[in-house]
């Protein structure tokens, strides 16, 4: 039976196929269903499907996670294991995972693994449930979650051994018996996905207890505006952050989209004496942004992170200052790279909400997306299991570490923390000369020699960018 | 001048504790990661679980170990400086003022 229902079927396929390639292959271009496949091609199936929905909806697209466009070449850089003229690292001593930021603070914060878990707010982005399942999956692996632009939601705070709170742009962590409750505190003026664009989460969106987190009142809207409010100059940062430091003890530090001006707001945020600073790259994600913003805005995160860790080297305050590195960086390879280019230690937010839902995600396909399970506006939360989903990223959290250590083992490093530019190289000579580390064709001793060589290659297009730098004046 | 003595004595035991439990939690923390390597030898969903367990606490231990080290370095420091005696120098400049 099950045999003739299958013949059935493949027959019914063969002919529906059949049919189907004989007119793509007869109808004239503007008649034929395959015109879409170049259609699609030319502009892109994500572009094709927002052109739609701006077309439908006549307001900005709220794409959820961010952008879908990698930056940042993590792919072209290479670690370079150790054999012979160093040891690897024996396999029975343990790599050290730890990380202390704010040493200068009066309570600094250590975290057990170099990976916390990043802003994203309860009610702008996520559900109750799904924030209190990263909270007890960072407790359980003795790393910190972050509030994101939120107010101080009690269960989160309870659920977390260590919290870093936003002060926030809308206001809603920014008064002392929230912001006292801290184990770091970030004043966050921007993120990578939306640059320093105001946002708005609109009444009709907001339930009782966002409502209740939040302090609004009934119908009206969540807006995050795109200054922090009583912070219009260079000084009143400062002050802002001195305050806060005197006040709390806690670390204190600055989290901003990263962005061609970076050494510009690097230095304000050293005068001010921060104890970290948070760099959310281009490929930053974000709940529900507008994909201008998402796609067209900031630097990308590997960028960032060289051009902040050599700002800093260069002011003397590398040791000092933390650099948390976080936009787009989905692999422990990627996260490694990361802190082998000056980062002491990064964020992860989507990745982290895949591995939340990884298991449950059978719970909404084929029906609905994943992400219902744990956004604030999703129509599944309830149906999260916090305890599987924390355990989920538990397991995954650990997975990452222990590649990581992996890594470190085979660069003959005990450390984490001891990765360095040293122990990478590349495959493009762009990135070699832009993150200052060695090119991977040729070898050290000749590594001068090589661009000598070629420096007509290189002229050649400085000899472009200045022709039409030319056009442009004329 | 007896109050220094105490302070130092009550440094000394602090500093004296806090190498104790730097060792254990290295101790501890080298225990939980050859239970980690031994539980993930079965191919059982709640023993790799209570592995994945174990190798936090590992690390968290090494964490502690790290803690306890840099308590015990700023412990040092206080002692130095009630042996300069810059510690009751600062305090006599806070009173007078």
């Known amino acids: 039976m099950l045999r003739f229902i299958e013949n059935l079927i493949r027959s019914a396929i063969n002919e529906t196929v059949d049919k189907a390639m004989t007119r793509a292959i007869r109808d004239q271009y503007t008649e034929n269903l395959f015109g879409m496949i170049p259609s699609t091609t030319k502009v892109g199936v994500t572009n094709l499907m927002e052109i739609a929905m701006r077309a439908n909806q006549g307001t900005p697209v709220s794409r959820p996670l961010g952008s879908p466009i990698h930056l940042s070449p ?46 994203m707010s309860f009610g702008g982005a996520l559900s109750k449930s799904a924030k209190i399942a990263l909270a007890k999956a960072a407790t359980a692996m003795g790393t910190a979650t972050n509030s994101g632009e939120a107010g101080l939601l009690e269960e989160e705070r309870e659920a977390a051994q260590l919290f870093i709170g936003q002060y926030n742009r809308g206001g809603w962590m920014n008064t002392p018996d929230k912001y006292r409750r801290l184990d770091a505190i970030e004043i966050q003026l921007g993120q990578g996905a939306q640059g320093s664009a105001p946002q708005r989460t609109t009444a009709k969106n907001i339930g009782e207890e ?85 796609d067209d805005v900031g630097l990308p995160t590997l960028f960032a992170i060289t051009r902040a860790s050599e700002y800093f080297a ?33 964020y992860i937010g989507t990745a982290a909400i895949m591995a ?23 129509k599944l939360t309830d149906q999260l299991d916090v305890d599987k989903a924390a355990m989920n990223l538990t397991r995954y959290l650990n997975a990452c570490v222990v590649e990581m250590e992996q890594v470190a083992v085979t660069l003959g490093k005990t450390a984490l923390t001891d990765i360095s530019k040293a122990d990478v190289c590349t495959i493009d000579p762009f990135i070699a000369k832009a ?14 020699r090589f661009y000598e060589e070629t420096r007509p ?12 730098q030319h056009i442009n004046v004329h | 001048m007896q109050n220094n003595q105490d302070l130092k004595d009550t440094l000394t035991y602090i500093h004296s504790e806090l190498n104790r439990m730097e060792t254990m939690a290295g101790t501890l923390s080298t225990i939980e990661r ?19 367990e174990e190798q936090s606490a590992a690390r968290q231990l090494g964490t502690m170990k790290q803690m306890c080290l840099a308590m015990a370095q700023q412990i040092e420091g206080i002692r130095h400086s009630i042996d300069s005696g810059e510690l009751g120098e600062s305090a006599q400049h806070v009173e007078i003022h």
């Open chain 1, 457 to 468: 290659l290189f002229a050649a297009g400085e000899a472009e960018i200045d022709g039409e």
């Open chain 1, 356 to 378: 939340l839902v990884s298991e449950q995600m059978v719970e909404a396909l084929p029906f609905e997306p994943p992400t219902s399970l744990v956004v604030y506006s999703g």
């Open chain 1, 210 to 294: 966002f409502r209740e987190v939040f302090e609004l009142q009934e119908g009206e809207d969540a807006l995050i505006h795109s200054r922090l409010p009583g912070v219009n100059t260079k000084d009143d940062f400062i002050q802002l952050v001195r305050s806060l430091r005197d006040e709390t003890g806690v670390p204190v530090g600055l989290k901003i989209a990263a962005t061609h001006h970076l050494e510009k707001e690097l230095q304000i945020a050293i005068e001010a004496e921060v104890d970290f600073v948070t760099l959310d790259g281009a490929e930053g994600g974000t709940h529900g942004g507008p994909p201008t913003l998402q």
């Open chain 1, 435 to 448: 993150a200052g580390i060695q090119l991977g064709y040729v070898s050290p001793e000749n590594q001068d």
């Open chain 1, 74 to 119: 993590w792919e072209k850089i290479l670690f370079n294991p150790v054999h012979l003229f160093r040891s690897p690292t024996p396999e029975n001593v343990g790599i050290s995972t730890s990380v202390t930021i704010g040493r200068r603070a009066r309570r600094p914060m250590t975290i057990s693994i170099p990976i916390m878990i990043a802003a």
């Open chain 2, 34 to 52: 050859e239970h980690y390597n031994k539980l993930t030898n079965f191919d059982h969903r709640e023993l790799v679980d209570i592995a994945v």
């Open chain 1, 314 to 346: 260069r002011k003397g305050v590398f040791r000092d200052i933390n650099l948390i590195a976080t936009g787009g960086l989905i692999t422990p390879g990627h996260m490694l790279k990361a802190i082998a280019l000056g980062a002491d230690c990064v």
